[in-house]
């Protein structure tokens, strides 16, 4: 199947400061990835959809300016989480959409706000 | 809209014993189906994926599932499961007309030696 990379797999940071995620598709062109937010309890939680050359769609709840997500080109996305506290330590996952609907992962990332 | 349901959390079965993971789901269209499974610490990997044909559907690692449309349900299925089987199962659903999937909560699987 194709590869998804997703980097880093690990990141510490103080709160208020920002961090980046990327999320790459390696072996074909992804129009559309999604961002993921796993909490412990296992359920996966869909944050936005990331269309290359638009805005991404936001699902409800999800703050926008708190997770700015980027799809410049068809093998970046990019989920920026600004000012973060400690309650958006979680693991973060991202998928880039194949057809017909297939979705390939990235091997998360795990962020802690310390 | 769309949902899937997987109506248990957890899953424990002996090593060697067939094991059955179960999921329904609704679509308002026709539905595409998948089976992906997740370690832990990773991301998740697909397993396999109901389209269109045959309704016994075969994948990765052995496994297999059965779409069935009365039932509106996609039971994934092995039959012999591996202590290396043990992981979280998430089955998805996507309409032919809809952008995205969604997921169920997964069902976590443990396979005793």
């Known amino acids: 199947g194709a590869v998804v990379s997703q980097h880093p797999s690990r990141v510490i940071c103080k709160s208020g400061t920002s961090v980046k995620i990327e999320c790459r598709s390696l072996?074909?062109?992804?129009?559309?990835m999604f961002w993921y937010r796993q909490f412990p309890k296992q359920s996966l939680m869909l944050m936005a959809t990331?269309?290359?050359?638009?805005?991404?769609?936001?699902e409800q709840g999800v703050e926008k300016d708190k997770f700015l997500i980027n799809h410049a080109s068809l093998t970046l996305s990019t989920l920026t989480v600004t000012s973060a506290h400690p309650e958006d330590s979680s693991f973060y996952i991202c998928?880039?959409?194949?057809?017909?609907?297939?979705?390939?992962f990235g091997e998360g990332s795990r962020l802690t706000v310390l | 809209a769309q949902s899937v349901a997987q109506p248990e959390d957890q899953v424990n079965v002996a090593e060697g014993n067939p094991l059955t993971v179960k999921c329904t789901y609704s679509?308002?269209?026709?539905?595409?189906l998948f089976w992906y499974v997740q370690y832990p610490n990773r991301g998740l990997q697909f397993l396999l994926k109901?389209?269109?044909?045959?309704?016994l559907v075969k994948g990765s690692y052995g496994f297999e599932a059965e779409f069935n449309k009365s039932q509106t349900s996609f039971h994934l299925k092995k039959p012999s499961a591996l202590v290396s089987d043990s992981a979280l199962y998430f089955c998805?659903?996507?309409?032919?007309?809809?952008?995205?999937?969604?997921f169920g909560d997964g069902t976590t699987l443990t396979v005793k030696p």
């Open positions: 998928s880039a959409q194949g057809e017909p609907g297939e979705l390939f």
């Open positions: 072996d074909f062109q992804a129009t559309t």
């Open positions: 990331s269309n290359e050359g638009s805005k991404a769609t936001y």
């Open positions: 679509v308002s269209g026709n539905p595409y």
């Open positions: 109901y389209i269109t044909g045959d309704n």
């Open positions: 998805a659903v996507k309409d032919t007309n809809a952008g995205k999937s969604t």
